[in-house]
């Protein structure tokens, strides 16, 4: 049966946010634009959904036809649909995020992205449609998860030292933490425990390595 409606349909897209940490820094996942509007524009992967397909699997769809990066679970941020965010037609999008260690990330582009690659979410370039707004909308979520330890530890790598650990949760937070405040948490030390293991960086006594229980 054909329907007609009184009112024109917007179209619909999914953008990702991935976060991750590296070389001591917080990144996120950008691609090239490869196609108008915004060519050569680095933005938050992602697309227009199928019709025959969730919201939460078109993300998984698009971050990995452009990025190559498969994602577990992803976590909606929001809609975002000011009538003039998309110079084609009217887009609404739906923006979800998630955290990768670094180590579980392996970056090819392909699809309509150019390039993709990490960025310092501290050195951003200017980013096409309303990104920038969607990405301080998952600072501001991932800033209030912090919190649970849990949600921290899906940035570490398989081992890593306690003070790699704290410098996560700095980011994170956007403050320095005192170190001997931090290693008395209960929460957190619970979730963790040592390989037996240490790692020499510098000088320094070696560091303990940890991993997550």
């Known amino acids: 049966m054909a329907y007609t409606y009184d009112y024109p349909h917007p179209a619909v897209t999914v953008d990702i946010v991935i976060f991750t940490v590296e070389a001591g820094d917080l990144k996120v996942l950008l691609v090239k634009r490869a196609q108008e509007p915004y060519r050569d524009r680095w933005a938050l992967p992602g697309g227009f959904i199928r ?3 969730s919201l939460r699997r078109a993300a998984w769809r698009e971050l990995k036809e452009e990025t190559g990066v498969a994602a577990g679970f992803l976590e909606q941020i929001g809609a975002f649909g000011r009538p003039d965010r998309d110079p084609r037609e009217r887009v609404i999008s739906v923006a979800y995020f998630a955290l990768l260690p670094r180590d579980r990330l392996t970056i090819q582009p392909a699809s309509d992205a150019k390039d993709a690659r990490l960025v310092n ?13 969607m990405l301080r909308y998952a600072r501001e979520r991932l800033k209030d998860k912090a919190g649970d330890p849990s949600i921290v530890l899906q940035l570490m790598p398989e081992e890593f030292t306690l003070s790699e650990l704290q410098r996560v ?4 937070l956007g403050c320095a933490l005192d170190k001997r405040n931090f290693r008395k948490r209960a929460d957190l030390l619970t979730r963790i425990e040592p390989t037996g293991e ?5 000088p320094h006594r070696p560091a303990k390595l940890y991993r997550i229980r």
């Open 169 to 172: 949760f700095e980011l994170i």
């Open 51 to 53: 019709l025959d397909e």
């Open 198 to 202: 240490t790692r020499q960086d510098g």
């Open 121 to 133: 979410v501290d050195e951003l370039p200017e980013l096409a449609v309303d990104h920038a707004r």
